[in-house]
């Protein structure tokens, strides 16, 4: 999406939506790509890769208040049908986050491992998700790195009609 407010009346009828003298654009770009071996009675693999570019621009002229972001990341899963009505997945990624800000360059970088498993009944489903994260990252956009290590664990139930 894109959207440039810049000279926006700040009582317009959006003024409430959007910042003023708001000039910002996004785009998005995936790729993914899956595959079932036959071995092992059918191995699920998979491969995602993501970009997210941000611009921000703030008022004409002032360079000080523009912010670009970009995200990228790719992902490569496997899974198999471990019992009969039990899945399991592990997967790797690694992400990054790059933010040019005021003259500031910040990188954000982390790397995750998953481990996943789904337990499948006619109509419902129970899983689990456990990640360990690591990475150097700069959360407050000081220019000062930091390690960062992270575990978090998601549980869920679904019933399906």
């Known amino acids: 999406y894109n959207y440039n407010w810049q000279n926006y009346s700040p009582t317009g009828p959006l003024s409430n939506y959007y910042p003023l003298n708001s000039d910002r654009k996004t785009s998005l ?6 595959h079932v071996f036959p071995s092992v009675g059918g191995l ?6 993501k970009r ?10 002032n360079a000080a208040d523009d912010r670009e972001t970009t995200d990228s990341g790719w992902s490569v899963n496997v899974g198999n049908q471990l019992f009969g009505d039990l899945y399991g997945s592990v997967s790797y990624g690694r992400y990054s986050r790059d933010i040019v800000a005021s003259g500031l360059n ?3 970088d982390k790397n995750i ?3 996943r498993l789904v337990y499948n009944l006619a109509g419902f489903e129970l ?3 456990a990640q360990w994260i690591r990475g150097d990252a ?3 956009e000081t220019g000062t790195q930091s390690k960062i290590k992270q575990f978090r664990m998601k549980a869920f139930a679904k019933v399906i009609f």
């Open 29 to 34: 770009a995936v790729f993914k790509v899956g």
């Open 44 to 49: 699920d693999t998979s491969f995602k890769y």
């Open 52 to 61: 997210v570019k941000d611009t921000q621009n703030g008022q004409i002229g």
């Open 106 to 108: 910040v990188d954000n």
């Open 113 to 115: 491992f998953s481990t």
């Open 127 to 129: 899983a689990g998700l």
């Open 138 to 140: 700069d959360p407050g």
